[in-house]
């Protein structure tokens, strides 16, 4: 992507050099440019631009010396993984620091998201034409199948919707939607649920926590459905929290308090506050009104227990490439990026990220040989 | 009782609109019988008040906007479905609120600073007017 700009992308000057266009930090006079289409859908996504045949979304990143990390090393892992993935580049518009990302859709395709997916279910389950959705969310049959719990219905309708997306944004209940899917042949749903497997042992071992339904999705042309490539891992790594600066310093000082007073628990308090959003089944949620779910180790743990022998393999198959390709070498693979996009990884970021990985590995490290012994016993 | 004009209008209207989105006559005939009543008891032209909402070339729903009241027809199987009204205790369609929501975007903002003190039916004309990713969630 981009390959003949090196380093950092600065879009002031590839609109001038390709478009001919002087930026003056108006927006709206961008988006009145031919080559720019923008982007409504995000708080953060911002502009499509439309070069040479290919289009590229700028999205600007908050704390960008902390957290574009997340989005660059998540891409470069999942390809290490096999696992497609979006490509992201490091880019600048007018100081804005973000990342440049080739759109996943070929001519025609529509991306679905997850949320569009539940949205069709929840209308496909009307039973007449008069039915609201509340009259669906209150169905006792629909909430058994769904396993929808009681405490939903004491809440206003817009949040039970909310809650309801989050309840169902789990493997084993978009398996249950995805079948009932328009048009919906065997081999799409066989792709895009092994897919939705992979992104779910992507998300526990990169420590991704917000793979909520807008954040995954499948791709459609034609009625042809295929799975779309893992996007958005801005917040993986243990990276996106709002105060992102102020939390590198409590883990360093965690961290050393936990090595010279041997408590790592005080290093794994601060990993196990990372919740996968995008789980196997409703038993990782933890607490419904906060919509707290289960840390990436113990979904990972139920993973194991729930998964048949073939996905127990490529577990312990994705494990093993982590571990030795990702874990071992993650000072090159770091420095590939950096050379790739011109930028240098902070020394307390590096230091954040590289101590949690290590320290997450390590632990799914335990659970899959738990699991292994046991099942040798 | 509603002018004889105006629901003739309205038809033709529905017909015209939902053809140059090339809908099928079929859909199209789905819509108004759907909707008869609905279409029957409008006291204006609907015109100005009819948006389509598309996720790249999928239509998604049409949606019928009046002031800060909505109402929407979800598109499947080639069909448009009866008019769901808006009402938060109700029905709640949640690719429609993101929509709507755009408006309140800080990026739509800065194209479009009057936003914010617009009514949903303006608000919704003034999204269809900004270039939107025609591959991804828009407003014809």
Redesign the interface.
């Not at chain 1, 720019?36 to 859908?41: C, D, F, H, K, S």
């Not at chain 1, 025609?108 to 679905?112: A, F, G, V, Y």
């Given at each position: 992507m981009f390959d003949d700009y090196k380093g950092m992308i600065q879009l002031q000057q590839l609109f001038k050099d390709e478009y001919g266009y002087s930026c003056n930090d108006d927006?709206?006079e961008l988006?009145?440019q031919s080559f720019?289409?923008?982007?409504?859908?995000g708080?953060d996504a911002?502009?499509?631009i439309n070069y040479r045949g290919k289009?590229y979304l700028f999205k600007p990143i908050k704390d960008f010396e902390c957290n574009v990390w997340g989005e660059l090393l998540g891409e470069k892992f999942a390809s290490i993984l096999g696992i497609p993935c979006a490509k992201y580049r490091a880019a600048n518009y007018m100081g804005t620091l973000g990342v440049l990302s080739e759109?996943i859709?070929e001519d025609?395709?529509?991306?679905?998201l997850g949320?569009?997916i539940?949205?069709?279910f929840l209308?496909?389950q009307k039973r007449d034409?008069?039915e609201?959705?509340?009259d669906i969310i209150n169905n006792y049959e629909f909430q058994t199948t769904y396993k929808i719990p009681s405490e939903f219905l004491t809440l206003?309708?817009?949040d039970q919707?909310r809650y309801l997306?989050n309840h169902l944004n789990n493997l084993n209940q978009v398996k249950l939607i995805l079948k009932q899917y328009?048009n919906m042949d065997p081999q799409a749903f066989f792709d895009i649920t092994k897919h939705l497997f992979d992104i779910l042992v992507f998300d526990i071992f990169t420590l991704q926590g917000d793979r909520h339904p807008n954040n995954w999705g499948i791709k459609?042309k034609n009625q042809i459905k295929r799975p779309a490539e893992v996007f958005d891992n801005c917040t993986s790594l243990g990276l996106g929290y709002i105060d992102i600066s102020k939390r590198l310093v409590l883990f360093r000082e965690e961290y050393f308090n936990a090595k010279m007073l041997r408590e790592p628990e005080r290093i794994y308090h601060f990993i196990h506050q990372i919740e996968p959003s995008f789980t196997l089944s409703e038993d990782n949620i933890v607490e419904v009104a906060t919509r707290k779910k289960d840390y990436a180790a113990k979904v990972l743990d139920d993973l194991l227990q729930k998964s048949n022998p073939d996905e127990q393999d490529r577990i312990n198959e994705l494990y093993t490439t982590f571990n030795s390709e990702i874990i071992d070498k993650f000072d090159d693979i770091l420095k590939e990026v950096e050379d790739t996009n011109d930028l240098k990884m902070r020394d307390e970021v590096y230091f954040y990220i590289s101590n949690i990985l290590q320290m997450h590995s390590l632990e799914l490290g335990d659970i899959i040989s738990k699991y292994r012994r046991s099942k040798l016993l | 009782m509603i002018a004889r004009e105006t629901i003739n209008k309205n038809i033709k209207e529905i017909l015209k609109h939902f053809a140059e989105q090339n809908c099928t006559l079929d859909s199209i005939h789905s819509f108004i019988l759907n909707n008869l009543d609905f279409i029957l008891g409008l006291e204006n032209c609907i015109r100005d008040n009819l948006y389509f909402i598309y996720n790249g070339d999928n239509l998604y729903c049409v949606l019928l906007a009046f002031e800060d009241t909505y109402y929407w027809s979800l598109y499947e199987n080639e069909k448009f479905s009866c008019i769901i009204s808006e009402d938060k205790n109700l029905n709640y369609d949640y690719i429609v609120e993101m929509i709507l929501h755009f408006a309140d975007a800080e990026k739509i903002k800065r194209i479009s600073p009057q936003i914010t003190s617009m009514n949903i039916e303006q608000k919704i004309h003034e999204l269809k007017k900004i270039r939107l990713n025609y591959d991804g969630y828009h407003v014809k």
């Open positions: 927006l709206r988006s009145n720019i289409e923008l982007e409504g859908n708080a911002m502009f499509w289009k759109s859709l025609d395709e529509t991306l679905i949320s569009e539940f949205q069709k209308n496909s034409a008069k609201t959705i509340k206003s309708l817009h919707q997306f328009k459609e | -």
